[in-house]
């Protein structure tokens, strides 16, 4: 548990220590039941993922809560993987612990962040079980804005990858019955891509990577939209729940009317 995943030998895979990443992941989940209702995944219909080979998670950026709820949602459904995610340059250093678990600093807009960026995902993609997590919209973005545009380190990664898992994820926060609000994320459809080629052996440029995995994500973003707006808990797995109930005078009086009647008092204002 205390070994630390360390750089190869060419020095650009970042350093990952497994009991900082337990640890962190340990905050994150006591952090998240404070502040929201729930965390549920929506998975499709997809294939499990293959276990052998390395994985590119791309998510949409919605919100400051997202690498807390990246580390619980892969603790919870990935366990076994080794998790790296690029964040620019100046939030590394603002938040330095992110350093030692698998976080990795890149300058935006520059060429020499695009080429040390690449040359990172080369050597983390080059282990079987590391996963690469990338917001490729580079900054916050609502989950409703379409068309959506990718920056294109993401087809990058793709054209030059040696064999790697692309998988789009979806995440939004929502307000359904209670109080506090919703983590609802949902996992798209996995793509095999080696080296620019696709599961066809088609060969796509930088750019057509960058268009089709804008509509993967489009596609994922909009099956999450029509499953939160159902409000239906039997669409989602419940990975975490957290606070319940109103709080105060109200929660009092509701606890007194179901002790009065002889009932169970719930805390939750729906049937979550």
């Known amino acids: 548990m205390g070994s630390k995943v360390r750089a190869s030998a060419g020095g650009d895979r970042p350093s990952l220590s497994p009991r900082w990443v337990s640890w962190f992941t340990r905050y994150s989940r006591w952090y998240l039941r404070r502040h929201f209702h729930s965390l549920r995944c929506c998975v499709g219909d997809y294939p499990e993922l293959p276990s052998h080979v390395p994985w590119v998670v791309y998510v949409n950026h919605a919100s400051w809560w997202d690498p807390l709820v990246g580390l619980v949602l892969k603790d919870a459904l990935f366990p076994h993987r080794h998790l790296y995610a690029p964040m620019e340059q100046a939030a590394v250093e603002r938040y330095a612990i992110f350093k030692r678990m698998g976080f990795f600093g890149v300058e935006r807009r520059t060429t020499r962040g695009a080429i040390r960026f690449l040359r990172t995902a080369e050597e983390i993609l080059a282990s079987p079980t590391a996963a690469l997590s990338i917001t490729p919209q580079g900054r916050f973005a609502d989950c409703r804005e379409r068309p959506l545009r990718f920056d294109p380190g993401l087809g990058a990664v793709a054209s030059r990858s040696p064999g790697a898992v692309f998988l789009p994820v979806a995440i939004e926060y929502v307000f359904w019955e209670e109080r506090l609000p919703e983590i609802l994320v949902r996992l798209g459809r996995p793509d095999w891509v080696v080296r620019g080629q696709d599961e066809n052996g088609s ?17 994922t973003q909009d099956a999450l939209a029509a499953a939160a707006s159902r409000r239906d808990p039997d669409d989602f797995r419940c990975l975490l729940r957290g606070g319940a109930g109103q709080g105060g005078v109200y929660d009092f009086w509701r606890a007194m ?16």
């Open 203 to 219: 060969v796509r440029s930088v750019a057509e990577w960058t268009s089709f995995f804008e509509a993967r994500m489009a596609a």
């Open 257 to 272: 009317k179901s002790w009065l009647r002889g009932e169970r008092f719930r805390k939750e204002h729906g049937v979550r």
